[in-house]
């Protein structure tokens, strides 16, 4: 059916390629030992291999580049103190002088920062003289703050990374084109080279501004709060009189192997789960349902009901959610109709027969009272489908716009009644042409932050006796309602939680689930790998 | 004779079940507009059934002539709207621009790494966006730019760059590349190309990106409640704190539906007016082929 590869065979392939590539360079070089005494000048002094093979233009541009990187490190850097100073201070007495943390320029030190994550601390003595958190005249004297060095050194690993990669270009441009001369090709001169290269780089060169913002604004980040679930960062820790440190895996050894966390996790996990199941299939039902009684032969004014029906699309869905907040409110619209039509004791019967409530109110409490976390639940769901829906009714009357006439022609003539028309013909076609955004809609809903924020804020919160004893001491107590995304949330920045590696392990997670779903979802679909 | 009636009980049905759905959609909408304009601050004392004849307009009077000052702990309306319109100006200024560049790179020009790049970003806009808030906030503080508002639309612009990325590239890639090609004969640079014989063509996706980041600062919350002190808040956070029991010193859920009516109404009329690029955005980019 399908001549390309499949997707698993690319991947194979994209795994084995640098093994490939490997013993393919070892063979040439063996072939060619001038060209490697040019890449060997390049490995040494950017630029050095370039000039020996004649192209000065191209060869200045890379020492220009080496010069550069040279002087920011060593300007950046305290060296020219480092001598005299460490005869002045000598280390302490059992201790060592940190001689990079001391003296290192921007990328020494930045590096030193993101391995060692600080050696120095505050309220100490170090070299014999006190530590303190910032002093203005000696930057040895600066306590280390971890989180900062993370993040510095962060920064400059990825421009590093950058670097390096100008680094190896050099290498390999000196090897080809000393293998290119000496098999008789023409030196490309300054022109000819810098036309070239504004030929060949302009993709990149109009994508910088792009890549360098998602490098800061997107990737970095990313990587930091990567890296946070690999640490032992909490409020607790008063920086910078303390170190943060890697800790490897025992953040995740902690949320698996403590009872109290695993429990509350694998509830807000489940409920994660039903949430985001429930309404993409619900919301998906009732807009089926309501495109199809809309587009049916027995409904006039269409257009009417239409634009009734897709307000809540409209309105915004943050400001909804904090409507439907007030709404549910004790005092809110929901229990004033009970009121006015007589049905509060009914209806609060009947939540707490079905149990959905926990005890029989006057009035309910739909949002806050912590034996109604069903209740809740059930609320966060309807809103939902009240937000929802209208999108689904939108694409499917779309769909059912489309549907192609002489099918049901045809299956009229078969014989075919209207339901079995419905069932074969109809459901498939919209099913298919909605499958994308079925997919997309849970994956919205797995981390739909606003719909469990804005309308519960996580409450109802657990009665007391529920939550685990270690959940008590270091905080960080999800509420009823709480998906794994909103939870997150809190345990980052609740003012009693700021279990920053804790959350990072719970948005790694997050994040592989997610993220598997849609890379398979893209890599299956046409419009990312085929060329043209 | 048999048909008849059931035609006739269908259509009962149908317009039974309109006029049910109708009312749970209009029901909260009316009591939000009727609370708006309701005086006091009490959610009971909103009737049931809206009567215009006594409504008041205390609640947008208030937004409008309460001026902060620096005990107040909290920004005024007026404020927060300028702010969050500055925002909303720079993100719909960048995001188009850098969005349509990036999409045309990756629809028209080769280079290596293209795919991994794609797959890159694709990866990347998965995670969580506020997992990164801790780096970004001390990123913010490294360059002295926490507390100004206008700093946020970097962190817009970035994030949105991926998806508009693909949004755009698929958009173009309907585009006959004979055009650019036959620019190309005729002496077109890349960036010609794009500006003179692509950038007509794209009016619609420009459009749509364009209204999408415009909308966008209005209604997000996390990074501006996080990253800004409450006399340099923006709109969202605005309401987001007039109907948060636990503000007591701000809490009015009467003041905050008329405060949410103010943002509601003009965005309703531009998703309105963009409905059928909306609907052509959402479904265009995702699922080609």
Redesign the interface.
Known sequence: MDKKPRFDQKLLAIFTKPFRVVKEVLADIKKHPDALKSALLSVFIMGAGQFRNKQKSKGSIFLGLFLLVVLVEVLTGGYIYALDEIARFPADPGGTVHFIRDYGGFFSYGLWGLFTLGQVVGQTLYRGQFVETFNKNIPWLTADNS??LL??G?IVFVIALVLLGFYIYNIVDAYQTRKQINAGAEVETGIKYFKRLWNDM???I??I??LV??M???????L??FL?AFTNYTYRLQIPNVLIRWVGFDTFKLIVGDAGWLNMFLGVLSWTFIYAIMSSFTVYILGLF?AI??E?K??KVKKL?RT??I??????????L??????F?T???AN??LY?TDMMRPVSTFLYNIGLQGRIDNPIFWLTANYNGNLAKFVVLIVNL?LGSPYFM??IT?VLTTLPKDLYEAAAIDGATRFQQFKSITMPLILRATL??IV?TFTFNF?N??AI??LTGGGPAFAREAIPQSMRIMGGVPGQTDIL?SW??NL??ASNAQL?NI??VY?IL??LF??SI??FN?AR??????E? | MKYKITNFFLALFSYTWLIVASFVVLVPVVWMISAAFTRGNLLTSVPLIPDPSKWSLSNFEFIFSYRSNPASQMADFPGAFLRTLQIALLNTVGVTLFSVITGFAFARLRFKGKKFMLLTMMVLQMFPSFMGMVALFLLFRTFGILNKPNYLALIYIAGSIPYNTFLVRGFMRNIPKSLDESAAIDGASPLQTLRLILFPLIIPIIGFLAVGAFMGPWLDFILQARFLQPENITVSVWLFRTTDPFNTLFYNPLRFMAGALLIAVPIMVLQFFMQKYLVYGLTSGAEKG
Request: aromatic residues 20%; glycine residues 6%; without cysteine.
């Open positions: 989180v900062t993040g510095r962060l302009f993709p990149y109009i994508l501004p792009s913002m998602i800061f604004f997107t990737l970095v980040p990313f930091f709060s946070l309501q009684i809309i049916s027995f409904v009901w009734i029906l307000v809540p699309w409209a309105i915004p869905a943050m400001i909804s904090m409507v439907f907040k007030n709404v409110d005092n809110g619209l004033q109709l006015a009240w939108m694409l779309g994308p955004a997309m981390n932050f606003g924020f804005f995304i997150i949330y980052s920045f920053y959350a990072s948005s997050i994040f997610i993220g849609s890379v893209l679909s046409k419009n990312l790998w085929e043209d």
